[in-house]
């Protein structure tokens, strides 16, 4: 007998997973020796990077770890490819179109994870707590009385 999983389970299983990221430190290397460490920010299967004058995006399939890489340094700019592990960019390649191969990959301390949208500190909650009225207010020029139907038959209508 073969099951099938409801046909509800895949997109709450993407929506669920598409609510964790990442922030992974990072190093660019480029031609003649120049590098720059930054991050890497992951929703799940796209994201953005960040290296001193180095800015990227990258996106790919949910099922596969491989991800299509675009950078921009300064004047130079290229795509390339990379590789993900879950919701955290591991490591990638970028040709550019000043000729050269500039390398992303990961480094420093492991990547951070977080819920989106982050939950507001517990300063943030007081003072929203504090601010809140304790009853809601009614503004007389919105509580005019509107028209409602009532059953039976409508004029116009046999």
Do not use: H
């Amino acid at each position: 007998m073969l099951l099938r999983p409801p046909a509800l389970v895949v997109p709450v299983l993407a929506a669920a997973l598409s609510a964790c990221s990442s922030i992974t430190p990072i190093r660019v290397s480029l031609p003649k020796g120049e590098s720059y460490a930054g991050t890497a920010w992951t929703n799940l299967y796209t994201g953005t990077l960040s290296a001193g004058p180095c800015q990227g995006s990258f996106n790919g399939p949910i099922d596969r770890p491989e991800v299509a890489v675009a950078l921009t340094c300064g004047g130079r700019r290229g795509t390339g490819a990379g590789v993900r592990d879950g919701s955290t960019f591991v490591r990638g390649t970028v040709a550019l179109n000043t000729g050269g191969i500039a390398t992303i990959a990961q480094s420093g301390p492991t990547p951070t994870y977080y819920l989106i949208p982050p939950l507001p500190s517990s300063d943030e909650r007081r003072k929203a707590a504090a601010e809140a009225p304790d009853e809601p207010t009614i503004d007389a020029r919105s509580s005019e009385i509107l028209p409602t139907l009532t059953p039976g038959v409508l004029p116009g209508s046999r």
